[in-house]
């Protein structure tokens, strides 16, 4: 029977398995990473809550503050060799699986401590030619989470310091590659992310099942070893990578209930921010009109929103609506001959700026002597097209003048 860690550091005998995190701040990773806790029934001791990060930024060497408020919180066990610990980062972990299926993983390593494993060495490539060899890639310790029994990890703590802008991932290599505390705890490393997934420079090795989504939720498996990991980390430069897994993980995502992980009350946020929607249609594509309609229902207000459409399919899209597309520029096309058009009515829709992408052009009415020119974009000039209107294009001087032609017959 294990220990449960409360916020007075009481202890109580409740749990098989005690998991440990650092977190300063109640970010969205961290809120992602105790909501998946409490979905598999992880009992989790936050360290570090509130207080001020000395560990670095995290894009260099650092992180060896991690390390000793882990020491600190461990040294009421140092002399427990049965109480299994897990330690995870928080703010880009999940959990996937349940508590047992941890601690039966964990002893089938018939290991003292077993840490995750990735696919690059950092911080110090030197120690490259150091690590033993693996069949697959995962092969090199990363310190963002790993399982060991209370008093051998503690010991191994305790047997060097660390300054807190020190790298706990080098801290812990070396360890690590000390071979006499290797043998000594029966140290391992979890090449086929047994327990651990580590996510940097393994995303094409990681497939989302969501074959029984409804019933058992989304699962994770990695291709490549063929395990499902229980503990999802997206390590180095993979946050926007956890960030999209973990919309499905966890139960996070079913396809009749869509988001089960989103606040059920919208946010009270006034006025609503402006949001822009690009929508990239590269190819034909069925149903438009449908998804159109869909984005037209849309609860958001509409004046706090931006729509950007790209459309490939320009000529089929002129053709289905009787639109003509028209350049008029000095070297090729200048002008146009008077003539009448056909149509009951002509509309003439400006799709570039006079005096800045062209000079000239427009439209004269000859019965009329009448011209219409420098017309803004998106300006629409609407005029009979038979008979009455007898007119011309006139000449464009420089550039290339840009307009949309459309025959009404109502």
Known sequence: ?????????????????????????????????????????????TLGMNEKWKGGDMYH??????????????????????????????YDVVFLGLPDQVLEKFKAFDSRIVFSAEITLWPDRSLFSEFP???????????????????????????????NDDDDQLYYTQIFLNKTLREKYRMRLDTKGS??????GATQDLKLNMDNAKEEGTT????????????????????????SFANYLARSWDPINGCTACPKEPLDVTP????????FIPWNTPFLEEFFERIQNLTYPKNRMILF???????FFLCI????????????????????????????????KPGVDYTGGGCRFIRYNCSVTNTRVGWLLMHPGRLTHYHEGLKVTSGTRYIVISFVDP
């Open 1 to 45: 029977m294990g220990l449960v860690w409360e916020s007075s550091l009481k202890i109580s005998y409740l749990a098989d398995l005690i998991t440990f995190t650092v977190a300063t701040d109640e970010t969205d990773g961290y809120l992602r990473y105790i909501r998946s806790a409490h979905l598999y029934g992880y009992h989790v001791k």
């Open 61 to 90: 060497r650092g992180g060896g503050h991690k390390v000793n408020l882990f020491r600190s919180a461990l040294k009421p066990l140092k002399g427990n060799r049965d109480i299994v610990i897990l330690f995870t980062d928080s």
């Open 133 to 163: 060899a693996t069949e697959n890639p995962y092969k090199y310790l990363n310190s963002g989470a790993f399982i060991g029994y209370a008093g051998d990890l503690y010991e191994i703590l305790d047997s060097r310091p660390i300054k």
């Open 195 to 200: 327990i651990f997934q580590n996510m940097y």
């Open 220 to 243: 994770l498996e990695n291709v490549l070893t063929g395990e499902q990991p229980l503990v999802l980390h997206g390590n180095g430069l993979s946050k926007l990578a956890i960030n």
């Open 272 to 279: 609503p921010p402006i949001v822009m929607l690009s929508i």
């Open 309 to 315: 459409v790209y459309n490939n399919k320009i000529e």
């Open 321 to 352: 609506n009787r639109f003509e597309y028209h350049s008029y520029k000095p070297d090729e096309q200048p002008s146009l001959r008077p003539h009448h058009d056909s149509s009951t009515y002509t509309i003439n829709l400006a799709l570039n």
